[in-house]
């Protein structure tokens, strides 16, 4: 593996706390950016995959999270290096307010943490309606809290007149606080439709070529590119990591079918990339509009996502619903996370009407009116499972709204083989429920930086295809 250099321009946009704006300020960058002919890598921090589908979008390339709880700092680095390798800047969305994550008493699992480990300029975005010199007190605060974060400049957004941006550039100057990178009008900002879990994603087509040229149009009249681009070009240059490998093991490949529609889309970017690492393939198809599972596929997963917004329709394709119940009878593979889960249950309860799904699992799903679950998890194997060996451990993250009629533990073979412990209450409980060579769980566990656990699950689908190509 060769060494790459790490130098690049990069900018991590925070907030002060949640719904400042920060995630359309960070795609109308992206927009505006693209525009000017750039290439635009964007990251996003922490577990969130709705906030990446729209930069993937807007950007045109993959974005890949960063999370200092599920994963490391040198993985962390590897990945942001291996990324921006051929961009001329990247991007970081930051997640909550800029101090905030899995701990109230350090830096752990939060956007301040991404930044320090790469070294990366802060743009703070701030609500300034009703505020003027009161935005010193408030960036000084920030600035000074935790000596390895320094803001760079500040994104002041909902800005009334011309003479409110003058009263906040002055009154970043008077008292030596980072500068006023942009100042964004109240309302100037196009509205981005959002559900329980977040925005609505770019596979629901909310980011037409319109609004994302509206984006662009605001980012370049109230934002200094100028400045923006000189604050992303200081950087600091990372300590130097190994590119990513490229597979090199036994031929063929095994190939794995991925779920991936408007019902079925929440994937880590990186995961891909690290199959591919270890010689699998990953084949997409939708359960929502294809009638069949792809050809000669080794293994099955099935993501999260929305599958109760699509229940009627996913229960009306009795073909693919079929073709995965025969899938999972075959021995082969079969791995779903939350949304995946639901889709294998014998169906989802929502609202006074029961949508039947697949049924591989003896129980059925009912959507809750509140959140279920929501908060990073460690999951410790009580079993052998197709990731590890009974006492591993892996890290990843919970959140829904939806929450099984009764566990399947006990029936018809079915078995809870995760410890599942709450970071924030500790409290633990038992779930990922497995039967065989399947497992499904609410739980989306954090596999790309497990590099052990995904050459175990490719071993299984390499292992399962050759014993049924001798059995032939």
């Not at 009116?369 to 197709?386: C, M, N, P």
């Not at 451990?393 to 018809?412: A, C, K, M, N």
Request: glycine letters at 8%.
């Amino acid at each position: 593996m060769n060494s790459v250099d790490c130098d690049r321009p990069r900018l991590l946009i925070a907030g002060v706390h949640s719904g400042v704006g920060k995630s359309s300020i960070t795609l109308a960058l992206v927009a505006a950016l693209r525009r000017r002919g750039l290439k635009v890598q964007t990251f996003k921090v922490g577990p969130d995959y709705l906030d990446p589908s729209h930069l993937a979008h807007v950007s045109g390339r993959p974005c890949f999270n960063l999370d200092g709880w599920m994963t490391d700092q040198r993985y962390v680095e590897e990945l942001f290096c291996t990324a921006s390798a051929d961009a001329d800047i990247s991007l970081i969305e930051g997640v909550m307010g800029l101090f905030d994550g899995s701990s109230s008493d350090s830096l752990r699992g939060s956007s301040a943490e991404i930044a320090a480990w790469l070294k990366a300029p802060v743009a703070l975005v701030v609500n300034t309606h009703g505020m003027a010199r009161s935005l010193a007190a408030l960036v000084k605060g920030y600035n000074e809290f935790e000596p390895g974060v320094k803001l760079a400049g500040i994104l002041a957004n909902r800005c009334g007149s011309p003479s409110h941006v003058t009263l906040l550039d002055k009154a970043l100057q008077g008292s030596d606080q980072p500068p006023l990178l942009g100042a964004i009008g109240r309302d100037r900002l196009p509205f981005l439709a959002s559900r329980h879990l977040g925005l609505v994603s770019a596979e629901e087509h909310c980011l037409d070529d319109r609004t994302i040229a509206q984006l662009a149009d605001v980012a370049e009249e109230q934002i200094d590119f100028d400045s923006l681009l000189r604050t992303a070009h200081i950087v600091e240059p990372l300590p130097q990591q190994s590119a990513l490998s490229t597979f090199t093991g036994p031929d063929p490949k095994v190939r794995l079918a991925v779920a991936r529609d408007e019902a079925f889309q929440f994937y880590y970017a990186d995961l891909f990339t690290a199959l591919e690492q270890q010689g699998c393939t990953p084949v997409f198809f939708s359960p929502l509009h294809n009638i069949g599972l792809p050809d000669n596929v080794d293994g099955l997963y099935l993501g999260g996502g929305y599958p109760e917004v699509y229940a009627q329709v996913l229960s009306k394709n009795r073909a693919m619903i079929c073709a995965v119940r025969a899938f999972c009878d075959s021995g082969k593979p079969v791995y779903a996370e939350c949304g995946g889960l639901i889709y294998l249950s014998q169906g989802v309860e929502q609202e006074g009407q029961c949508f039947s799904l697949v049924g591989t699992m003896p129980v059925w799903a009912r959507m809750l009116k509140k959140r279920k679950a929501l908060g990073y998890v460690e999951v410790t194997l009580e079993q052998d499972s197709l990731f590890g060996r009974r006492g591993e451990s892996f890290r990843g993250h919970e959140f829904h709204y939806s929450e099984l009629v009764e566990p399947p533990t006990g029936q018809d073979g079915w078995q809870a083989v995760y410890l599942l412990k709450q970071n924030r209450t500790g409290n633990c409980s038992v779930e990922g429920y497995q039967k065989d060579n399947i497992l499904a769980s609410y739980a989306h566990l954090h596999l790309a930086s497990r590099p052990k656990a995904l050459t175990r699950f490719v071993e299984h689908m390499r292992t399962t295809s050759d014993r049924r190509q001798s059995d032939k």
